[in-house]
T-cell receptor
Framework: GEKVEQHQSTLSVREGDSAVINCTYT??????FPWYKQEAGKSLHFVID?????DRKQSQRLTVLLDKKAKRFSLHITATQPEDSAIYFC?????????FGDGTQLVVKP | DPKIIQKPKYLVAVTGSEKILICEQY?????MYWYRQSAKKPLEFMFS???????DNQTASSRFQPQSSKKNHLDLQITALKPDDSATYFC????????????FGKGTRLTVV
């Protein structure tokens, strides 16, 4: 089955700096890659996604890059704000099954 | 106004007992899922249903049984509860088509003592 890895368990940045969260996946059949944000004690909220027919997608301060050859994708957050602090989960989807990474705790320090 | 309702929010159960976690969605979706989140496995896929039929089961134990009495319901029955079952259980839903955004409920936090 698909295995998604997030190698950074924690990422700490200063407010205003950029943050990059990296993920890898194993199954070349994965074609949809969503990202979710989870604030402390709360549920998961969708933030951005990318499909395998493109290699870049931007939405305001968020950009997702996809390298299908390397089976790697990443979330870039520019001009970070304290409210960006949360756990971010990357995921890969095959046939409506979504497999999540273990999450990266992003801490934005004022 | 939550569109995916999970009940109860918190649940404490005794080892060996049986509990049912309730999930209802009002998004008009035909695919529903259960995920489990614990310290050991941050976010683990359990089941997927499409049009009330089981599509995928990634849970090794038969103690976990999803039940879909209506197309917008997917409850989770857990029997012979063990302390290791302690986790937050998230229900989710989406459109059936590949690449549809998945929406999550607020979760049921289960503690087995």
């Amino acid at each position: 089955g698909e295995k998604v890895e997030q190698h950074q368990s924690t990422l700490s940045v200063r407010e205003g700096d950029s943050a990059v969260i990296n993920c890898t996946y194993t199954d070349t059949a994965s074609s949809y890659f969503p990202w979710y944000k989870q604030e402390a004690g709360k549920s998961l909220h969708f933030v951005i996604d990318i499909r395998s027919n493109v290699d870049r997608k931007q939405s305001q301060r968020l950009t997702v890059l996809l390298d299908k050859k390397a089976k790697r994708f990443s979330l870039h957050i520019t001009a970070t704000q304290p409210e960006d602090s949360a756990i971010y989960f990357c995921a890969a989807s095959i046939s409506n099954r979504i497999f999540f990474g273990d999450g990266t705790q992003l801490v934005v320090k004022p | 106004d939550p569109k995916i309702i999970q009940k109860p929010k918190y649940l404490v159960a005794v080892t060996g007992s049986e509990k049912i976690l309730i999930c209802e969605q009002y998004l008009g979706h035909n695919a529903m899922y259960w995920y489990r989140q614990s310290a050991k496995k941050p976010l683990e896929f359990m089941f997927s249903y499409s049009y009330q039929k089981l599509m995928d089961n990634q849970t090794a134990s038969s103690r976990f049984q999803p039940q879909s009495s209506k197309k917008n319901h997917l409850d989770l029955q857990i029997t012979a509860l063990k302390p290791d079952d302690s986790a937050t259980y998230f229900c989710a839903s989406s459109q059936v088509r590949q690449g549809s955004e998945v929406f999550f409920g607020k979760g049921t936090r289960l503690t087995v003592v």
